[in-house]
Nanobody
């Protein structure tokens, strides 16, 4: 069972930045972030493999950067130029033979 511990959410003004972190209890191939806003379906934000290949949603491309530290089993999401529409609960996701989810961290962007 993989345990995912997230941190870094909060309240920020539009145009500001936040960095999310997610530490896994052991090494797993693909890690990333999804988000869910009230009344909307959960959507992919970004993924990164252990080899460094990334997949980033068009809605955040150029503003969000995903990275990972394999030695620490940790994935990061650097979010710049945040917009009110980025407001959501952000969930860390890790996938190998199974898919695992973190508890979620709230990101609120005020206009």
């Amino acid at each position: 069972q993989v345990r995912l511990v997230e941190s870094g959410g909060g309240l920020v003004q539009a145009g500001g930045s936040l960095r999310l972190s997610c530490a896994a209890s052991f090494s797993i191939n693909v890690m990333g972030w999804d988000r869910q806003s009230p009344g909307k379906q959960r959507e992919l934000v970004a993924r990164i493999s252990s080899g460094g290949s990334t997949n980033v949603a068009d809605s955040v491309k150029g503003r969000f950067t995903i990275s990972r530290d394999n030695a620490k089993n940790t994935v990061y999401l650097q979010m710049n130029n945040l917009k009110p529409e980025d407001t959501a609960v952000y969930y860390c996701q890790a996938s190998g033979q199974r898919v695992y989810w973190g508890q979620g961290t709230q990101v609120t962007v005020s206009s």
